[in-house]
């Protein structure tokens, strides 16, 4: 049984076997990138105050319920000595139900209810700011980590499609130049639940409009893949088929490029889309916008994709964001082309999309620029002509709540 606890200074007993030895999960693979301590400021855990949940009060909390599966719930349920069944009804309340308070979890015995509430949690996302776009296509979701900072989910509405962009971490350690999120430097690893939560709301909401989300896609704030574990437990949970399910063919995870995850993600039994962040089409060009191409370059990450598609079949996305002057020639569009020719793949272009100016803050919006429509046709031409591939054209939702790709960061907002 895998139980998510937070510690938040040293390890702590926490009653249940299991639970006591993923307490103190640390920032993953992250140290790869930035050293033997996986983050960019120098704590141990990759955190923002060197504690291991980054909370402010170096307090331990209880392990959170809400990013186990039921069989996980079973087996809890077991050891604090009820039945099998009891997991069920529990992840049906926290799931399908939307419940986070034990002493309201009424078919279960006064008992059990007193031993979780004693032991464990049911945490809930704060939300503290929702925003609409005046088109109608998307909502921006503020949720509020406390003493760490916010995270930001988006809906988006396409037809009859709602997709759910969630995030991953609070903030992003890979420092893309063009991505506000990376400005931002990276906090801490969102756990399972907290993922899974964004899920859940987003839902909600989507529900009291007489609606339910129809896709996933892990391209909010962070590096999904950098946070593995956590992604690929919340995931399992989000295919449940109680509660809000949603299919792997309509879950997707995006990356920027980290080879191993993409490797770990097609060793595994998801079966989700990839898509993966391109942005350039020159190692020389790549490295200087997106870092962590010095370490996996292009052809390294091509040859992951690949490998991708033969072991599960699904053809990959490359997105490919269009920057004025930057990667908008005619001559990124011939090699897009002929780079992504022998894969089995689509081609996503994605003119950039401009925050509100904030003069001398370091942000990306003070260097790069979105490119004339007529730019972005010329480019999305040649790229069709050459490729034997799908190329789309992203209508990104949500611009006038810097809710589109590349917009979510809330500090330098402030």
């Given amino acids: ?170 903030g992003c350690p890979l420092d893309c130049q063009f991505c506000a999120t990376g400005k931002m430097g990276f906090r801490r690893n969102l756990t399972a639940a907290q993922i899974v939560d964004q899920f859940l709301e987003l839902g909600r909401y989507a529900s009291e409009r007489q609606e339910r989300v129809t896709n996933v896609v892990m391209m909010g704030m962070g590096e999904p893949l950098l946070n593995y574990d956590n992604l690929v437990q919340a995931l399992r949970i989000m295919r449940v088929e109680k509660g809000p ?68 079949g699904r053809r990959v996305t490359y997105e490919y964001v269009l920057m004025a002057g930057v990667t908008d020639s005619d001559e990124d569009a011939r090699r897009l082309a002929d780079l992504t020719r022998d894969g089995v793949c689509k081609i996503n272009l994605i003119p950039y999309n401009e925050l509100t100016p904030a003069p001398g803050s370091g942000s990306p919006e003070e260097y790069f620029r979105r490119p004339s429509d007529e730019r972005v046709d010329k480019f999305r031409e040649i790229v069709a002509l050459r490729s034997p591939h799908t190329v789309t054209l992203r209508l990104s939702r949500g611009r006038d709540i810097d809710a589109a790709c590349g917009q979510l960061y809330r500090e330098l907002r402030r």
Avoid at 152 to 165: F, K, M, N, P, Y
């Fill in 1 to 170: 049984m895998r139980l998510e606890a937070v510690a938040t200074g040293d390890s702590a007993d926490r009653g249940v076997g299991s639970a006591r030895e993923s307490a103190d999960r640390k920032a993953g693979p992250a140290e790869e990138l930035y050293g033997p301590d996986g983050t960019a400021d120098g704590t141990a855990d990759g955190t923002a105050d060197g504690t291991a949940d980054g909370t402010a009060d170096g307090g331990v909390d209880p392990p959170d319920l809400k990013g186990l599966l039921e069989q996980e719930l079973q087996e809890l349920a077991i050891e604090l000595g009820e039945p099998a069944y009891r997991g069920r009804q529990l992840y049906s309340w926290i799931h399908e139900r939307g419940v986070d308070e034990f002493s309201a979890m009424t078919d279960l015995p006064a008992r059990f209810r007193s031993q979780l509430t004693s032991g464990f949690r049911v945490s809930k996302l704060r939300q503290t700011e929702r925003r609409e776009s005046a088109e109608g296509t998307a909502v921006k979701f503020l949720f509020e980590l406390p003493g760490i900072g916010h995270v930001e989910a988006v809906l988006i509405s396409d037809g009859d499609r709602r997709t759910a962009c969630l995030s991953s971490q609070v």
């Fill in 245 to 312: 399910y949603i299919g792997g063919r309509r879950i997707t995870v995006s990356t920027a490029g980290y080879v191993p995850g993409i490797r770990r993600l097609a060793d595994d039994d998801l079966n989700v889309g990839l898509a993966i962040s391109l942005n350039a089409t020159t190692d020389e060009l790549r490295s200087q916008l997106m870092p962590i191409n010095r370490k996996y370059p292009i052809a390294e990450l091509l040859a992951a994709a690949a490998d991708y598609f033969r072991r599960r």
